[in-house]
């Protein structure tokens, strides 16, 4: 039988809102949110759905009382909720073994016991990083070395889904992707973090010198790819997901302080992440050639214009967290 209706958990939050938008757009499934609402979780991020095809539960994904009924009621269930941010994992780590471990646990354990399929959100984090100057990128038969707390707890995740897979028979797939980008994204990530420094008339800051490399993925490419998995994935298979968008941090600066009108070199150099990952890059050769998936925004610049023209349009959406976030950062010595 057709997929009718699906379970998102981490829906309020930057990527999970993102998809659900896209697949009130592209598909005429109904969608039921499972959101904490954590200090990264907004409802309004989710206003305007139609409620025919929408629902909104709050509660936590390590509550199996909650999880259980809703696991049930569903065709499959997508799987964002997480705690996300390194450099929070560096400051207190506990709320990432609760969420990323206990909360994968809870829902796989509801999804093998009523048959649910399963689709697992996971980062390129979990295979450690890269040289500057290697031509290898991380592919699906890379080795598993998580370097943050952040990416231990996805790395350890990710095993307990293939474990479940394996010793239980659980109907799931999981993909891996790289830096994510575009409208929604909490102000305490690297991109929103600079466009709104900027718009304050406040200098970015770039963490040790600039060098590390991210590749970055407009969020509606990481969705349309969950998408293609959640429908003609193989069970089983893990599919890595990059749009071949590598740039030191310095360069986004550098476009972001450009395309705000200000000079490339406007900007100020902080004290680097401990342990900060160089590079990331993901080869995204089997989703492409197995499941027939390409991404849309194959033009970085744009899609970083799109998204200053987001934040530039949205204050209300984000001003609300800045400050909050600026101290916690300032806290830190970043
Ligand atoms: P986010 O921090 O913006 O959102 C996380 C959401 O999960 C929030 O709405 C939060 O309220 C919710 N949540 C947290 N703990 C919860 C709990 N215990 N129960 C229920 N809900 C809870 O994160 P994001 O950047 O949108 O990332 C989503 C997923 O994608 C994560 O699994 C992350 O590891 C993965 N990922 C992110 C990126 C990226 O670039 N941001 C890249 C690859 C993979
Ligand atoms: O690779 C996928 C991962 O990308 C996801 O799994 C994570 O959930 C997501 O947060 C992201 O992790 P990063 O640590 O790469 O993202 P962040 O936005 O925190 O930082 C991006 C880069 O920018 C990183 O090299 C650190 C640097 N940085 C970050 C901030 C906030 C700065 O130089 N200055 C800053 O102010």
């Known amino acids: 039988m057709a997929m009718q209706r699906i379970l998102v958990t981490g829906g309020a939050g930057f990527i999970g809102c993102n998809f659900v938008h896209f697949i009130m757009e592209h598909t005429g499934l109904h969608v039921t949110v499972l959101d904490k609402l954590t200090y990264a979780g907004s409802l309004e991020s989710l206003s305007g759905l139609p409620s025919s095809r929408f629902d909104f539960q709050k509660g936590d994904i390590c509550d199996a009382g909650i999880v259980d009924p809703l696991t049930s009621s569903v065709d499959a269930v997508v799987h964002f909720a997480a705690e996300s941010h390194n450099d929070n994992s560096l400051a207190d780590p506990r709320p990432f073994i609760d969420t990323n471990l206990a ?56 095993m307990l889904v293939r474990a479940w897979v394996r010793s239980f028979g659980l109907q799931a797939t999981i993909s891996n992707c790289s830096n994510n980008y575009g409208p929604y994204q909490h102000v305490e990530k690297f991109i929103p973090r600079q466009i709104t420094n900027i718009l304050d008339g406040v200098r970015p800051r770039l963490y040790g010198q600039g060098l590390n490399v991210r590749d970055w993925i407009h969020v509606e490419d990481h969705s349309s790819a969950v998408l293609t998995i959640l429908e003609r994935g193989q069970v089983g298979e893990t599919y890595l997901i990059g749009a071949d968008g590598e740039r030191s941090n310095r360069e986004v600066v550098e476009m972001l302080l450009t395309l705000n009108g200000q000079q490339p070199d406007a900007y100020d150099l902080v004290k680097d992440r401990p342990g900060h990952d160089l590079r990331y890059a993901i080869d995204s050769t089997k989703l492409r050639t197995e499941l027939g998936w390409t991404p849309r925004f194959s033009d970085f610049a744009s899609g970083l214009a799109e998204t200053v023209q987001w934040y530039r349009a949205n204050e209300d959406w984000w001003r609300p967290q800045k400050a909050v976030t600026e101290s916690k950062y300032a806290g830190q010595g970043h």
């Open 103 to 158: 909360g994968t646990f809870t829902l796989i354990e509801a999804a093998r016991k009523h048959g649910t399929r399963f689709h697992h959100i996971s980062t390129d984090e979990v295979y450690g990083d890269l040289a500057l100057d290697e031509p290898r990128k991380f592919t699906e038969d890379s080795v598993y070395r998580p370097t943050s707390p952040y990416s231990a707890t996805k790395a350890g995740s990710d």
